[in-house]
């Protein structure tokens, strides 16, 4: 049965903290080098997984950061949204936190997945985007230790103009870590990135041969801040084709003080869950419902023929000209 977006995100992404030891050129969060006292506490992360209940199906649920191995009280959030029925993925940062006993630990306790940022091929590239030397070089090591542990490996990579010429070899190494899955982050020039320039005919070039190679591969390969990869990668229009996931549709980004957003890189709040229950959110803001609601989109994302399953990313569109509805500058399909 298709998941009906109007009623249930597929993905929630928590930020449990933005307290993070890296610094890293892109950072969507700014992350800080200490822990917000207004922080969620444990008892609050509680009663919104058990408002989250009524969400049928569950959604899957990413704690991320920041770097969720800044809280100490990580492995009972952990146990509380496995305790509630959830598919639990963690999104640590690779710093000296991140080891193998902890990955067993995470493992036993039901934790399903874990995503690492990669983000070249080579030390150079990759210790330079995240600002720490030797980064490169664990986040290879804790990719295996994922494998080894029995979790899915996801590899997380950012796509910018200071990435994108190692693609190419990235996607050399990647099959070879025992994958599941890799997603690429096309940037959003938001927090960090907000200064990162990543054009049109550079995202097409990509898409192009992201959808040859994951022709070629037998792990998930998505993209993410791009959903013109639909009709990249099956290009073929057909009637009733579901949508893919974008902001507010499919998708719910909690942040570290229980506000509400459509996604990670759309600073567009629509409440907070200390106020109103997440499901409300989801389901009743005018935000979420507006982002949903093809017939709002302008520009040619309104008059596409793909609005009904791409819709361009609303992230994008909002970073560059401060309206969540305008069109994807970055999309270069006529119409």
Do not use: K
């Not at 030390?123 to 230790?145: K, N, S, W």
Request: charged residues 20%; contains cysteine; aromatic residues 8%.
């Amino acid at each position: 049965m298709a998941l009906n977006y109007e009623l249930s995100p597929h993905l929630v992404a928590w930020e449990l903290t933005r307290a993070c030891q890296l610094h890293c050129r892109h950072c969507r969060a700014r992350a800080l080098r200490h822990r917000n006292p207004d922080e969620l506490t444990l008892e609050e992360v509680e009663g919104v997984l058990d408002a989250m209940s009524t969400f049928d199906p569950l959604p899957r649920i990413i704690f991320t950061g920041g770097d969720p191995l800044e809280r100490d009280d990580l492995s009972a959030i952990i146990a509380a949204a496995v305790h509630r029925g959830h598919a639990v993925a963690l999104a640590p940062s690779v710093t000296p936190r991140l080891t193998r006993p902890v990955l067993a630990e995470w493992a036993a306790r039901g934790v399903g997945a874990v995503s690492l940022s990669l983000d070249g091929a080579t030390p150079a590239i990759h210790d330079g985007f995240r600002g720490v030397p030797g980064t490169h070089t664990r986040t290879l090591e804790m990719a295996r230790g994922v494998v080894e542990a029995g979790m899915h490996l996801q590899i997380n990579t950012t796509v910018s103009a200071y990435t994108a010429a190692d693609l190419v070899p990235l996607g050399t190494l990647v099959p070879t870590l025992g994958v599941s899955s890799w997603e690429l982050f096309f940037i959003i020039p938001t927090g960090r990135a907000a200064a990162t320039a990543w054009r049109g005919e550079d995202q097409d070039t990509v898409l192009g041969w992201l959808a040859r190679y994951r022709a070629e591969v037998a792990f998930r390969v998505t993209a993410v801040g791009a959903p013109q990869f639909a009709r990249y990668s099956d290009p073929e229009l057909r009637p009733g084709r579901p949508p893919v996931m974008r902001e507010a549709r499919g998708m719910m980004f909690i942040d570290h003080v229980g506000d509400v957003y459509p996604s990670g890189y759309l600073p567009l709040s629509a409440g907070n869950v200390r106020n109103r229950p997440a499901p409300a959110l989801y389901r009743e803001s005018g935000l979420f419902r507006g982002l949903r609601d093809n017939d709002r989109l302008a520009g040619r994302c309104g008059h596409c023929a793909w609005t009904s399953v791409c819709g361009g990313s609303r992230a994008r569109a909002y970073a560059v000209s401060g309206d969540a509805w305008a069109e994807d500058p970055n999309c270069l399909l006529p119409v």
